[in-house]
């Protein structure tokens, strides 16, 4: 069982926009800045997406943006495209002697 | 442009050791923090620890603690990764991952480049 909760999966029509949650507690998402989004395609490794809540790295489309309220944050993917196609996990800093927790991540289907 | 090249899959017995390795290059070695991240079949993202490579020191996971040692050489910009008394539950992909955040402003937490993984097979 992860430490922080995702919806096992999401589908929308290409154009449409989608957001998928990640909820954890005051000791992790809603404690600190330091939530991140993955995409990772089947049998590849995970490709950042959105760093500390919000943060953009260079390259990813700004059709991603991320945001945070309490203990829960969202990445929401706007005019849905196919290659949009993957799962996506959150991630956070905690305070507990694991340091990092991860979601159990969304597969996000496109119609 | 960064790279981080790891090793080749592993098919290791129950209680064996397995030694995972991860080359960097295209930035400066010891200038970013590196974790490392594990993915059993069908499961979610699993952190495991971080080393600092310009100065070794190390933390890591609580359910790891004991039976994990992460090692630097920066002569050759290579992390390792040693994960002993190896159970089935270990069977996992193994990446190495580096920390978004410039070393000198602590880790960020973050992990912006990704090794391309490492497939370690634990069955008897």
């Known amino acids: 069982q992860s430490a922080l909760t995702q919806p096992a999966s999401v589908s929308g029509s290409p154009g449409q926009s989608i957001t998928i949650s990640c909820t954890g507690t005051s000791s992790d998402v809603g404690g600190y800045n330091y939530v991140s989004w993955y995409q990772q395609h089947p049998g590849k490794a995970p490709k950042l997406m959105i760093y500390?809540?919000?943060n953009r790295p260079s390259g990813v489309s700004n059709r991603f943006s991320g945001s945070k309220s309490g203990n829960t944050a969202s990445l929401t993917i706007s005019g849905l495209q196919a290659e949009d196609e993957a799962d996506y996990s959150c991630s956070s800093y905690t305070s507990s002697s694991t340091h990092v927790v991860f979601g159990g991540g969304t597969k996000v289907t496109v119609l | 442009q960064v790279q981080l090249v790891q090793s080749g899959a592993e098919v290791k017995k129950p209680g064996a050791a397995v030694k995972v390795s991860c080359k960097a290059s295209g930035y400066t070695f010891t200038s970013h923090y590196m974790h490392w991240v594990r993915q059993a079949p069908g499961q979610g993202l699993e952190w495991m620890g971080i080393?600092?490579?310009?100065?070794?020191?190390?933390s890591y996971a609580q359910k790891f603690q004991g039976r994990i040692t992460m090692t630097r050489d920066t002569s050759t910009s290579t992390v390792y990764m040693d994960l002993s008394t190896l159970r089935s539950d270990d069977t996992a992909v193994y990446y190495c991952?580096?920390?978004?955040?410039?070393?000198?402003?602590?880790?960020?937490?973050?992990?912006?480049?990704w090794g391309q993984g490492t497939l370690v097979t634990v069955s008897s």
């Open positions: 500390d809540v919000s």
């Open positions: 080393i600092n490579p310009s100065g070794g020191s190390t």
């Open positions: 991952t580096r920390d978004g955040a410039q070393l000198i402003a602590a880790a960020g937490y973050y992990f912006d480049f």
